[in-house]
């Protein structure tokens, strides 16, 4: 068991609505079975209706870690949202920071309103790319006319891209004990599809 | 016709100014445009800078010279009563819509025969008392209701809101009866370069009105007094008698109308328009009698119902007395007089006339 | 299964902070459990009322946080434990209760466990409650990791039972919601049987009373000065040493290590905050003669240390106290390791920077033109959007300018874009109804504009019926719009008197809003707001009435009701939509402001979100061309 840098700092960020909290939550349920100090820290509440939200998923193998990444430490950035992971990216971003990112945009009340224009995705993912080290770019699936769930899509992405050095059992054992046994199946199934997206 | 307004306009040129009519010509052609009662506003603006709305409404811009010749395909020749092929007296025959008709039922006993003919798939009516002071406007898609929406009610109500409305269901040709603020407003809208229903409208019959009430400030006046819940009927019986009879379930109370004026809405000071001059037909009470109408016909299609309905024993005409006729022009002639001075008035400059448009010759006569 | 209820000591699992706390309280065999909904403190009673079966423990959603309070303290008075949850707003409410039963004392452990908001990211203030724990003369705690979180709230309860006082736990957003290792300890076996006395009355004893809680608080002092919650990490006799509580603890370990300090600057954690265990502090600040004081918002630690210095002047010789007061960090918003470390370096002289300062202006430039703040909105499918156009349009229609008091809850976000901007005050539970009563009857000094208060169906019962009753009694003009979704929303859809079950999901009588309204006198209709027509209308016909009257706009919260049934599909007929044009003008996207529609600019059509849309369907109502068509209608 080893980390490549202590504190490692992950950032989950996306819309309220798009289940931050269970992505982080799965993680660091998986961290803490392999043994790391795992600190989460999230903003709801408010941000639950629609605002942007964000969860730190802090990595230790030495101490609790506080509850917020430090501007620019983040190594690694789940987008669910693209605009929100160039947002967290300003903030937390280094040219090293490595990012998972779905390319379908949730737009915000002034886009939906057309008060403000939502720019480009290839424009926005070109800014990912030029501000980190590495962007994934995971598409959404739809299958069958049912959605998979972004959150465990990514968080499969997440697992087989090898970036943090947690066992797939893990992760598997945490998505079983955190996601109810009705949607259990679906949330397998994304996390699968998400896995097999990244891993080589 | 001025090009290039929207709902801001509206609410700045016309609400704000206390010149809305409330006939409803705005309403139910898009969500931003609301009526309660008799009450219309711009709930929001629309950014739309050429709309509709403005284009239809009866107190933007109006040219009253242009609308003429669209209509009756040459200008006025008479500067009070209008173009017109014909003045009589008339009363519907059959003596049930005479009694629940106002005056001589012409109207009622015309809708439902245009109706049963065919010659109108459907008519908006309004119907005066709903368990409410506040007329009601309605589709009326069978003959045998028409008869349910007659008497008058004296207050203002957004008529050409259902007539919106029905105009994005109903490929049906259609007919309506009006004020002539809503019967303004159907020709405006007949006339708009914006796309819109309005052509299928194919009988405009159109009332005789010296003013309307504001719903608001009456209904405050009633409320103390009676139930206004309760109201069957209101009546200004032809002068001298200068009083409004309301007659509910509860009995009959009489009102001067010089304590009523005040709630008279503030637009009706500036008409121009006492007798529907731009309808098809025009109907009104005969001074001094009780069961007959006024029946002016304005159009050949107007004309050709009229004569078809006396061919099939619908109603009945007389020509009207002299005096009665020319009783009907000073009236009429007054309100114009009135509303020109009224509108001067308000605008502090002569050539400044609000929302009309007038050829110089029938300002130079009005004047 | 809840992670609160595993019984398996030694083993570390992921806890947040209130589950943590939930779990303190369980593993010290709490028996009585209360709380008002209110971020961010809801999950400790909602985390207890799922094993309350299990343990044998009560829990109930109060009907606000006085009540919640006196409940627990009834408990408490017959020797149970009792443990009472609020957000920061919640302790004023329940703070005339808590200014008398600190003299009248406790005897079961009653904790109170005060959860604030530093930068009020879902209140309408961020105030520190640690005041009020020096104003009642109660012991405070200040938990600074989630493991001590859960090991903090068991002690409380030990020393709250052997003062006979309450205790105080004072947890902020980033301990109560976030997540981080807990170590479970040992479940208890023990079970309490009630018994009870009475309590010393108030009266011509009171100044004895309040003598007798000083002696407690100093009895809590001398157990501070030994606490597991107070340490020092550092170098021995650093002369630089940053003071701090809570959260700071934290940001002031990584602020040190960040700029490679860990050789010179000590940290001096207390973790009980109130009294101050002065012999201890006293001890460790003995070498240093610089301070470095960091807490969140007010400075509550800083003004006692500082007095403390003062006292012990002597001792201690002249020490330099940086913080709030000399400006280096802020007393107000949300701490942060950056904060700390930015302080840190002013008063060191050294340089600091997360990341390279190119890179990050590069950044900024970036991503500047896109962001537009990405304001909270209603969810998609929420009753209160079309409730506040419902008053928008009323309001427009009748024309005497009249405005909107608001309140707290989920349509607080109506003085935003998401509700047209209608709501002109936010304050506290309650205020939107008592401003309104005061509007209401300005009359006399020639005020006639139309006032409409707003208020949630928890809010209702929470706080607003006094201000009915204020509003009938003094008839004033006012129109008070319940905004009843059936259930406490904002904070995750809380049962309440209304809602017909309990904390425990067990039926519960209902307590009628509009029985409560007609017995006031005022009179009361009631309407689904997504029929909105006509709902513009009666709330427009009602403005018209004088005196007080009742609104009530009743429909479900659309994010409980996708829970629990299959929602509808909806769609736009594109054939249909007019878009831009005269008529529309994309009033459902750009006016209606659902999240669940989209402008398509390349087909100039509406489009709905088929990830967003939740099927509620008022959009179909609304629109005026009825392009869009719910699926199976």
């Known amino acids: 068991m080893t980390l490549e840098k202590d504190p490692l700092n992950l950032i989950i960020t996306g819309v309220g609505g798009q289940g931050n909290v269970l992505a982080s939550q799965i993680v660091a349920t998986a961290g803490i079975k392999d043994g790391f100090y795992v600190t989460v820290g999230e903003t709801y509440g408010a941000s639950q209706r629609g605002g942007g939200v964000l969860s730190h998923v802090r990595f230790s193998l030495q101490t609790q870690c506080g509850p917020l990444t430090p501007e620019g430490q983040a190594d690694i950035v789940i987008g669910m949202e693209p605009m929100e992971a160039l947002r967290v990216i300003a903030d937390f971003g280094n040219p090293e920071t490595r990012v998972i990112v779905s390319p379908r945009p949730i737009y915000p009340i002034w886009v939906l309103s057309g008060q403000a224009t939502y720019p480009p995705i290839e424009d926005v993912l070109g800014g990912l790319r030029e501000l980190t080290g590495e962007v994934r770019v995971i598409e959404p699936s739809v299958d069958g006319g049912t959605p998979l769930p972004t959150n465990v899509l990514m968080v499969g992405a997440l697992a087989g891209s090898g970036m943090l050095p947690i066992s797939l059992s893990s992760f598997e054992e945490a998505l079983k004990e955190i996601i109810a046994p009705k949607s259990l199946e679906l949330n397998l199934e994304a996390f699968k599809k998400g896995l097999e997206a990244t891993a080589t | ?367 | 299964m809840s992670v609160i209820k595993i019984d398996r000591p030694g083993q570390s699992v992921l806890m947040m902070g209130n589950e943590a706390i939930a779990r303190g309280a369980i593993e010290a065999g709490v028996d009585f459990s209360s709380a008002y909904p209110g971020t961010p403190s809801s999950e400790i009673l909602e985390s207890l009322a799922r094993v309350a079966e299990h343990f044998g423990l009560y829990a109930e959603w109060s009907v606000n946080e006085m009540v919640s309070l006196e409940a627990a303290a009834a408990a408490s008075l017959t020797g149970l434990r009792a443990i009472v949850a609020m957000k920061q707003n919640g302790v004023n409410v329940c703070s005339d209760f808590l200014m008398t039963v600190n003299l009248s004392g406790t005897k079961g452990g009653l904790v109170i466990v005060a959860c604030d908001d530093p930068s009020a990211i879902s209140s309408p203030n961020e105030q520190d409650s640690r005041n009020f724990a020096k104003f009642a003369d109660l012991p405070l705690l200040e938990p600074a990791t989630f493991n001590e979180a859960r090991e903090m709230t068991k002690y409380a309860f030990e020393l709250s039972e052997r003062l006979g006082l309450p205790c105080i736990i004072r947890s902020v957003t980033r301990i109560s919601h976030s997540r981080g290792n807990v170590e479970l300890g040992e479940l208890p076996e023990r079970k309490r049987s009630p018994s009870f006395e009475g309590v010393s009355i108030a009266g011509a004893f009171v100044a004895l009373q309040h003598a007798a809680l000083h002696q407690k608080l100093e009895q809590a002092r001398e157990d501070f000065e030994n606490s597991k919650f107070n340490w020092y990490v550092g170098p021995e006799g650093a002369k630089f040493i940053i003071v701090t509580s809570g959260t700071g603890w934290f940001y002031s370990r990584e602020a040190v290590a960040a700029l490679g300090l860990d050789s010179e600057v000590g940290i001096l954690k207390i973790g009980t905050t109130w009294p101050l265990p002065e012999k201890f502090i006293i001890d460790h600040l003995k070498p240093a003669n610089e301070l470095l004081i960091v807490e969140e918002v007010d400075d509550f630690l800083e003004q006692n240390i500082k007095v403390l210095l003062a006292e012990q002047a002597k001792t201690l010789g002249p020490i330099e106290v940086y913080g709030a007061k000399s400006g280096h960090l802020p007393a107000c918003g949300e701490m942060n390791q950056d904060k700390v470390a930015k302080a840190l370096a002013t008063i060191k002289g050294v340089e600091y920077s997360g990341r390279d300062e190119a890179y990050a202006q590069r950044a900024r430039e970036l991503v500047q033109p896109y962001l537009s703040p990405r304001i909270p909105t209603f969810c998609a499918g929420c009753p209160h959007r079309a409730s506040m156009w419902a008053i928008k349009s009323a309001l427009k229609l009748d024309g005497r300018d009249g405005f909107v008091t608001g309140d707290i809850g989920c349509y607080s976000m109506g003085a935003g874009p998401a509700g047209y901007f209608q709501l002109k005050t936010i304050h506290c539970m309650g205020s939107g109804i008592g401003l309104a009563t005061g509007f209401g009857k300005l009359g006399q000094f020639d005020f006639n504009r139309p006032v409409v208060a707003v208020c949630g169906d928890s809010t209702f019962y929470h706080a607003a019926i006094p201000g009915l009753i204020n509003a009938r009694f003094n008839n004033s003009n006012v129109l008070m719009v319940v905004l009843d979704n059936a259930g406490t929303a904002m904070t995750g859809f809380q049962p309440h008197p209304g809602s017909g079950i309990d904390a425990l999901g067990e039926p519960a009588p209902v307590v009628d809003i509009e029985g409560i309204c007609r017995a006031i006198g005022v009179p009361v209709k009631v309407r689904d707001p997504f029929e909105l027509d006509e709902a513009i209308e009666e709330l427009y016909d009602l403005l018209q009435e004088d005196g007080p009257k009742v609104m009530v706009f009743r429909r479900r919260c659309h994010l409980a009701e996708t829970k629990e049934r299959p929602q509808k599909k909806v769609f736009v007929d594109p054939d249909k939509c007019i878009g831009d044009e005269c008529g529309c003008a994309r009033f459902c996207s750009r006016v209606f402001n659902c999240p669940g529609i989209i402008w398509d600019p390349t087909t100039k059509k509406a489009r709905i979100d088929e990830i967003v849309c939740t099927g509620c369907g008022v959009c179909a109502y609304l629109c005026p061309q009825g392009a869009i068509v719910i699926e199976g209608n």
């Open chain 2, 1 to 367: 016709m001025e090009a290039g307004k929207g709902s801001t306009d509206l609410e700045k040129e016309v609400l704000n100014a206390g010149l809305c009519t409330s006939c409803g010509a705005c309403v139910g052609i898009c969500p931003y445009i609301k009526v309660v009662k008799d009450r219309v506003a711009v709930i929001e603006p629309c950014g739309i800078t050429d709309g509709k709305c403005y284009d239809f409404c009866p107190r933007t811009l109006t040219d009253i010279s242009e609308l003429d010749r669209r209509i009756f395909g040459q200008e006025r020749s008479d500067s009070s009563l209008g173009p017109y092929i014909s003045i009589e007296m008339a009363q519907a025959k059959d003596s049930k819509t005479r009694n629940r008709g106002q005056y001589g039922g012409v109207v009622s006993a015309l809708t439902a025969y245009a109706m049963s003919k065919g010659e109108i798939g459907a008519t908006v009516l309004t119907k005066p008392f709903n368990e409410s002071l506040m007329p009601t406007s309605v589709l009326v898609e069978d003959s045998s209701q028409v008869l349910s929406c007659a008497g008058s009610n004296y207050i203002a109500s957004a008529t050409l809101a259902r007539l919106n409305e029905a105009m994005k269901q109903q490929t049906v040709s259609l007919g309506i009866v009006g004020m002539p603020c809503q019967i303004l407003a159907l020709r405006k809208m007949q006339a708009s370069k914006h796309e819109n229903g309005s052509k299928e409208v194919k009988l405009a019959i159109g009332l005789f009105c010296t003013w309307a009430l504001s719903y608001k400030s009456f209904h405050e006046f009633l409320k103390g007094k009676i139930n206004p819940s309760q109201i069957k009927r209101l009546d200004i019986p032809p002068p001298p008698a200068n009083k409004l009879v309301v007659v509910t379930e509860a009995g009959t109370l009489e009102f001067p109308l010089d304590e009523i004026r005040e709630f008279v809405k503030p637009t009706c000071g500036i008409c121009f328009d006492m007798t529907s001059e731009f309808a098809d037909l025009s109907v009104g009470m005969v001074e001094g009698v009780d069961d007959w109408n006024t029946l002016i016909v304005r159009t050949p299609e107007g004309k050709m119902i009229i004569d078809k309905a006396k061919e099939d024993g619908i109603i009945e005409t007389k020509p009207l007395p002299e005096a009665n006729l020319s009783h009907l022009r000073e009236a009429s002639l007054l309100k114009k007089k009135r509303a020109l001075d009224e509108i001067v008035k308000r605008t502090g400059d002569k050539n400044n006339l609000l929302y009309l448009r007038l050829s110089d010759a029938e300002l130079r006569k009005l004047r």
